[in-house]
């Protein structure tokens, strides 16, 4: 079971000021007051944190609740001031610089939120780049990298310098960097959020196809919740630096653990997040009006349920779990409890 | 707020008030208590400065010694390391390569041919932008072949080429390695700051006690006069770099070294040439002073020309040096500014279309001149010669003008320089310790009041508190014109854009050209004295001024100013109650540049006889005593250090108060 989780990150912390060395030991748990008293600020403040193996872990939260710092300590590219992390079994704190460069350029990439792309170098040798700094020969990585490139779309603008490329195809090309090593753990932070709106949507299921292809664990970091509820397995809500619930969308607009999270979620369309399974009442109806898949979120299914004459049958790998009826789709639309 | 006006109001006028009546009274005040002091420095309170350094550096010379090595052989090694590659750039560009000695020699082969270094310049040029700036670079080049400097040129522009790379690399190297190192750039920091501000010729002396007269001095000095801008520049662009890039380099596993050679440099390369292009106006700038200690070429010519007061020949040198600067200038800029290239993909040939026409152009050339002299050489029979041209001009200026321009000089001089030199000079050295103190106090805090204290007093023991003063009032004097005209300009330029562009591309040419080519139509013109020096400081020194008066300008915020029109204010109301206030930060440090550039010429202005601390560096310079040089150096330095300070805390005190 231990083998599910790839990345263990135990009770991190992570503050900053004059004094963060000397103030986790004055005070036990210190909280955000006492942290500003100290004249320091908690970035990330005891974040437990494991992701699954090829799961899509979302961490979302508004500007400045950490989540820049949280993933920068899980890739230890900021030294976490307290705290444990592990990955794959093995602690990377205490890894070594060189092995910590070993780790990086064989098992994870990153994708930044302002694409941070090399000006100086053409797409291909900018998706070549992560191979260049390990020694692959030129012939090699171009060759993978134009695999590459081609798979995020952008065959034909190999030769191109970054400043000739919109937004959302430098982000593409910081993808396809990310993607070259293959790395076992991916992290995106914001990767979307320079772009215009429908761009966006139209990188998220660019994203989405590929995640279908490739299975990789993900890291993923959103101020956005409809991007959140689109893309993850598991949502973790930040404030102040620290988790305020690790949960799945479904989950955490249902059962807010706080009283932040339940006002986070208010707004949220709650047909885009429920699913059929949570409001199917028991099979009590002989006859159905037609089948949605218990999987199926509301706002999918809600003109199939309307239009239907009668309850339809919810499926679970084509057994019949339970059936829905119109009203428990309206309720769900016009937001009843 | 009032009170605090008022308050402040109370003690400038104080301040001026009380140095006002000890300067004009000083005198009768000496008189009156028989007490010569108050007036002069005692003499045997006068540090001997000079003379410890003068020893220390005798010592170097003579007997420092490193384990297995004297401090001699370190000089000559770096002069060996110096000397080899800018001898086979001379025999390359000019001398031909020879074997043998005296009549004995042999030519091996020639040099380039003129029509090769042409070529080759318009390639570069074409390279770096287009074939405008190729031809712009060609009509350069060849001004210096039709119009006799070509040989000259060559000796100047070997210097330069071996200059550059030294000052450029070994700048960024440093750069490098202060970005790495706190500790590193704890130590830089000051060394620059006094580099910038320390006049050339206060270290001629040395050098040329260490290196000895000649070419290889020269290249010294003008790599410690020009490498300082690269190290900062090269500091500013790697902590430029954006964050997320140094992050990216570290996600793929860079090393150390991968990451400053593969992420960083590269990615901050815009920037490093704009240090680049900085080092290379600065090498042109010595060129004229280098050659005081051995650099031929150009600037021999210049000076040479200036002390037999030929006026056509120097003008001719002169503007062929412009001529090289503005060429070289541009291309490197263009550098700066490129992008990156296309890629080209087939054989050498068609992947270096450019390097391979430059090798046929140098080979065919050097065939053909074997038969043809005129490719090699560019025949003498074909040079035009302006200097009669130029004499007779100024000739022509001089006598039909002489009364008006006479006028001009005796008006600005009885009305303005003589009262402020009166006011400066008068003031005795006791209170001026004080006054300086006072100013920096009020204006940057207690700690630079007690420096600028304790520079002045520096300054009285060395006993040249009156030379001292002179360089303030000239300093002053050429400052304030220079912000007189030049922030009116800034302004005009900042609000009507199509003036704009040839102001600023005015002041551009103006900052391309070396410093002492400002003195050879002044000299011409109102002859040797105080004016001269100052028309010369306030022409060199007018550029920041309006700059920085036009940037301030341009930046204030849009929605200011809408918010002005909004309320009804007339575009005169708009320029004065909003963008002027808004901007007196920018200015303040335009100011401040003014005040650095006017220092660094009032050096130079020597020459034309001042008798500031100028003229004390170049007396030094004459007698090569090197403690008298770098003393006179330092002091320049303190005043300039000083100024820095307490403009900068203006600055930022200005800024604080509008809340930017
Ligand atoms: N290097 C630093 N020094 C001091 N404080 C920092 C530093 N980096 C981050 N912080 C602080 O830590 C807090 C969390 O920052 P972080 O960048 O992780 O937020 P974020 O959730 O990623 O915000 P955004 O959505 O704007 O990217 C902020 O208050 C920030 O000011
Ligand atoms: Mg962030």
Redesign the pocket.
């Known amino acids: 079971m231990t083998n599910q989780v790839l990345l263990d990150c135990r009770d991190v912390w992570k503050i900053?000021g004059a004094r963060a060395e000397t103030i986790l030991q004055e005070y036990d748990h210190p909280d955000p007051a006492a942290l500003k008293a100290a004249g320091t600020?908690g970035?990330v403040r005891a974040a437990n944190v494991q992701i699954h193996r090829g799961e899509i872990f979302v961490i979302m939260?508004?500007?400045?609740?950490?989540?820049?710092?949280?993933v920068r300590c899980l890739s230890r590219l900021v030294e976490p001031t307290a705290g444990s992390i592990h990955f794959d079994g093995m602690d990377l704190l205490s890894a070594s610089a060189a092995e910590l460069i070993e780790i990086r350029r064989k098992k994870m990439g990153m994708v930044f939120?302002q694409f941070a792309l090399l000006p100086h170098l053409t797409v291909l040798e900018n998706v070549a780049f992560p191979l260049d700094v390990q020694g692959v020969d030129r012939k090699t990585r171009e060759a993978r990298a134009r695999e590459v490139v081609a798979l995020v779309g952008l065959e034909g603008r190999e030769n191109y310098y970054p400043r000739e490329l919109s937004g959302g195809q430098q982000q593409r090309v910081g993808i396809a960097r990310s993607l070259v090593v293959e790395p076992d753990l991916w992290f995106l932070d914001?990767p979307f959020s320079a772009l215009d709106p429908l761009i966006r949507r139209e990188m998220q299921d660019e994203f989405m196809r590929l995640q279908n292809m490739l299975k990789k664990t993900i890291v993923f970091?959103t101020?956005d919740f409809d991007e959140a509820i689109r893309l993850a397995d598991r949502i973790a809500v930040?404030k102040d630096?620290a988790i305020e619930q690790i949960a799945a969308p479904e989950e955490l607009v249902l059962n807010a653990a706080t009283e932040y999270v339940a006002e986070f979620t208010r707004h949220v369309s709650r047909a885009k997040v429920i699913r059929a399974k949570t409001i199917m009442s028991p099979v009590t109806s002989e006859s159905f009006a037609g089948e949605v898949d218990w999987h199926a979120t509301i706002e999918s299914i809600a003109d199939q349920v309307e239009a239907a004459s009668g309850p339809m049958r919810v499926l679970k790998d084509g057994e019949t779990v339970g059936q829905i009826d119109k009203q428990a789709v309206i309720d769900v639309l016009v937001g009843r409890k | 707020m009032r009170r605090w006006i008022t308050w402040s109001t109370g003690f400038w006028v104080a301040l001026f008030a009380v140095t006002w009546a000890l300067s004009s009274y000083s005198f009768q005040l000496y008189k009156a208590f028989d007490a010569r002091w108050i007036v002069r420095f005692p003499k045997s309170y006068e540090l001997p400065t000079e003379s410890w350094i003068s020893a220390l550096l005798d010592w170097l010379v003579d007997k420092a010694h490193f384990v297995v090595f004297t401090f001699r052989d370190l000089t000559r090694a770096i002069a060996a390391m110096i000397e080899l590659p800018y001898q086979f750039l001379r025999n390359l560009l000019i001398e031909g390569f020879q074997s043998g000695i005296g009549a004995e020699a042999v030519q091996i082969a020639p040099s380039l041919s003129w029509v090769a270094v042409i070529a080759v310049a318009v390639l570069i040029a074409h390279f770096a932008k287009d074939w405008r700036l190729g031809a712009l670079t060609g009509i350069c080049f060849l001004y210096l072949a039709v119009f006799g400097q070509w040989a000259s040129a060559m000796v100047t522009m070997a210097s330069v080429l071996i200059a550059v790379p030294i000052g450029a690399v070994g700048g960024l190297l440093l750069g490098i390695a202060a970005y790495r190192s706190p500790l590193i750039e704890k130590c830089l920091r000051p060394i620059l700051d006094l580099m910038q501000t320390v006049p050339v010729f206060a270290y001629l002396v040395p050098v040329l006690i260490l290196f000895g007269f000649g070419p290889v001095a020269a290249l010294v000095a003008t790599v410690i006069y020009a490498m300082p801008p690269m190290v900062r520049v090269t500091i500013v662009a790697l902590k430029a770099v954006p964050e997320e890039i140094k992050e990216a380099g570290r996600m793929v596993g860079c090393t150390r070294r991968q990451m400053m050679w593969k992420v960083l440099v590269p990615s901050a390369s815009p920037a490093l040439m704009v240090g680049v292009n900085q080092v290379i106006m600065l090498t042109l700038n010595m060129v004229i002073i280098a050659s005081m200690i051995g650099a031929g070429g150009l600037g021999f010519d210049v000076l040479a020309s200036l002390r037999r007061l030929d006026i056509g020949g120097g003008i001719e040198a002169g503007l062929a040096i412009v001529v090289m600067a503005i060429a070289l200038d541009r291309v490197s800029q263009a550098f700066a500014s490129r992008g990156v290239h296309e890629h080209r993909n087939g054989t050498f040939l068609k992947r270096h279309p450019w390097t391979s026409t430059s090798f046929a152009i140098i080979a065919g050339t050097l065939l053909v001149g074997q038969f043809m002299p005129a490719v090699q050489t560019y025949p003498q029979d074909l040079t035009i010669t302006t200097g009669p041209f130029w004499t007779a001009a100024i000739e022509w200026i001089n006598v039909n003008f002489f009364d008006a321009f006479e006028a001009i000089k005796l008006v600005v001089l009885q009305g303005l320089l003589l009262p402020v030199k009166k006011f400066f000079t008068g003031i005795p050295w006791a209170w001026g310790i004080i006054a300086t103190g006072l100013f920096a106090w009020k204006l940057a805090g207690w700690r630079m009041g007690l420096m600028a204290m304790l520079f002045m007093a520096f300054i009285s023991a060395s006993g040249l508190w009156g030379k001292t003063m002179v360089t303030i009032y000239l300093c002053g004097v050429s400052v304030f014109l220079a912000s007189v005209i030049g922030i009116p300009l800034g302004i005009w330029a900042a609000e009507r854009p199509r003036a704009g562009r040839v102001i600023l591309g005015l002041m551009d040419t103006l900052q391309t050209l070396p410093s002492f080519v400002y003195l050879i139509p002044v000299v011409m013109l109102f002859r040797v004295g105080d004016f001269s020096a100052m028309i010369a400081v306030v022409l060199y020194a007018l550029a920041p001024a309006v700059r920085y008066a036009a940037f301030g300008l341009r930046e204030v915020p849009a929605h200011l100013i809408e918010a002005g029109r909004m309320a009804g204010c007339t575009p005169r109301q708009i320029l004065f109650r909003i963008k002027l206030p808004l901007a007196t930060p920018h200015l303040l440090l335009g100011l401040n540049q003014t005040i650095m550039l006017a220092l660094s010429m009032l050096v130079i202005t020597a020459l034309v006889g001042t008798r500031d601390l100028g003229q004390e560096v170049y007396i030094a310079l004459t007698k090569a005593n090197a403690g008298q040089g770098i003393v006179a150096g330092l002091c320049v330095a303190f005043i300039a250090i000083i100024a820095d300070r307490v403009v900068h805390a203006a600055a930022d005190g200005q800024r604080r108060r509008l809340g930017l």
């Open positions: 900053y600020i970035a939260g508004l500007s400045g609740s950490g989540k820049s710092t949280l939120q914001e970091i101020h930040m630096g």
